[in-house]
């Protein structure tokens, strides 16, 4: 199971930092990632770690504002956001990939199969 948590209501260039935190298994080295979801929109990914060899990538539309990270030993994912813009208002969910080798291509998350319920993130003034 994935629980993510720390969303809420933040103003332009506001910060946020989300939280999703497996139980029942273990994180490890698995693939794991950001999505997220607009109103009226595709899900997209914004930020991946590939399990194989931890290499990390992301939406171009937000290299340079967040920054992805996995804590193994709380189990936990983490997605800083910085300078946050209304059009990152979207609600987040984190995925697991159930290989190491899942492929993290800008951003995005190859085969996730587990996901969290989802958190909002509202940017607005």
């Known amino acids: 199971q994935l629980v993510e948590s720390g969303g809420g209501l933040v103003q332009p260039g506001g910060s946020l930092r989300l939280s999703c935190a497996a139980s029942?298994?273990?994180?490890?080295?698995?693939?794991v990632g950001w999505f997220r979801q607009a109103p009226g929109k595709e899900r997209e990914g914004v930020a991946c770690?590939?399990?194989?060899?931890?290499?990390?990538n992301y939406l171009d539309s937000v290299k340079d504002r967040f920054t992805v990270s996995r804590d193994n030993a709380k189990n936990t994912l983490y997605l800083q956001m910085n300078s946050l813009e209304p059009e990152d208002t979207a609600a987040y969910y984190c995925?697991?990939?159930?290989?190491?080798?899942?492929?993290?291509?800008?951003?995005?998350?190859?085969?996730?199969?587990?996901w969290g319920q989802g958190t909002q993130v509202n940017v607005s003034s």
């Open positions: 995925a697991v990939a159930p290989s190491p080798a899942a492929f993290c291509i800008k951003g995005r998350l190859v085969g996730a199969q587990l």
């Open positions: 029942g298994f273990s994180l490890g080295s698995y693939g």
């Open positions: 770690i590939r399990g194989e060899d931890g290499s990390i």
